[in-house]
């Protein structure tokens, strides 16, 4: 563990105690509080804004979604790392920002184990391994079967190079022992249109995108990527169950605000997403896009953040992957 995450978690660990925290913010918020996510029409996105509206409820104050999606997020996270530390500014943080573009790009100008506080995880969601319709693949060992028999023969499409799903595709063929040719696309859209004309040989993406075309039976789903069955798909095995054993992995967003915030605003924050997300309407807000709340403390999502940032460093850099 290098001294700079050991530090980070020393920091978690003993609950900020460490920490010239600002005066307690009595009266905040005093006015709107800007709340910087993805694209519009992203996941990050709608996340934002049916938070945004239901958090400035409990809050007396207007929460304003405001999108920048410019370097896979990296410029959103360097506006709120450098934001004035009064709550008033927040980041709509994931996977990207917070545990792989600091390793896959040569350079980013924020740190993410250190230049945020830790405020709320905010939703999490399995991936799933998808083949066209017209596929004689049947199963996860047949497709691993196939890959075997002849290296990379077979290919895979992603939405991007270095994106989650490129990520989660890396991770199956390492842990399976396959070679494939990586075929990425930009964008979501631009991959599905792939997988559905059949001009790559599988894919692993969200769910979301992913259910209207499994339930028009234009894809085959062959497995989910989390350590339990999707509720939308309980007859789908895991990736482990299907064999690949060891295989995990989740997609999440969550909050964070600048570094220096004070720690009663980080709590309160915490508790009214928290309290938002554990509700009947929360639950069915994941639900309907298979994904779960997936609530933590500022502590444990703190934590989080730290393992999730070495396991894409390791992942990365084990298949020597660089931004585009």
């Not at 909050?255 to 980080?266: D, E, M, N």
Request: avoid cysteine; charge should be neutral; charged fraction near 15%.
């Amino acid at each position: 563990m290098n001294l700079q995450r050991r530090h980070f978690l020393n920091l978690i660990a003993a609950g900020w105690a460490t920490v010239a925290w600002p005066a307690q913010a009595a009266e905040w918020p005093t006015r709107p509080v800007r709340l910087i996510a993805g694209g519009a029409g992203s996941v990050t996105d709608i996340r934002a804004r049916w938070l945004a509206e239901r958090l400035g409820a409990a809050l007396g104050q207007s929460v304003v979604v405001e999108n920048n999606a410019a370097a896979g997020g990296n410029l959103a996270a360097e506006l709120v790392a450098r934001a004035t530390p009064d709550g008033h500014t927040l980041l709509l943080t994931h996977q990207g920002i917070a545990a792989i573009n600091p390793h896959l790009f040569a350079k980013v100008s924020y740190d993410p184990l250190t230049d945020f506080a830790p405020v709320a995880r905010f939703g999490i969601g399995q991936l799933a391994l998808v083949v066209p319709a017209g596929s004689p693949l049947q199963s996860v060992a047949e497709l691993v079967a196939r890959a075997q028999a002849r290296p990379g023969a077979m290919n895979y499409g992603s939405n991007g190079n270095g994106t989650p799903p490129h990520l989660a595709a890396e991770q199956f063929k390492r842990l399976a022992g396959i070679e494939a040719v990586h075929v990425p696309f930009k964008g979501g859209g631009a991959l599905l249109t792939a997988l559905l004309g059949s001009q790559v040989d599988w894919a692993i993406e969200g769910l979301t995108p992913l259910r209207p075309h499994v339930q028009s039976g234009a894809l085959r789903v062959l497995a989910v990527s989390g350590s339990r069955r999707a509720p939308v798909w309980p007859q789908v095995p895991t990736m482990a169950e299907a064999g690949v054993k060891g295989y995990e992995y989740i997609g999440w967003t969550g909050i964070a605000a600048p570094a220096a915030t004070p720690r009663s605003v980080l709590e309160r924050l915490n508790r009214e997403i928290n309290r938002v997300a554990a509700s009947e309407e929360g639950r069915q807000f994941f639900a309907s896009a298979g994904a779960e709340a997936g609530e933590l403390s500022p502590a444990e999502f703190g934590a989080f953040i730290g393992d999730e940032h070495a396991r894409f460093g390791r992942l990365i850099r084990e298949a020597g992957l660089k931004a585009d």
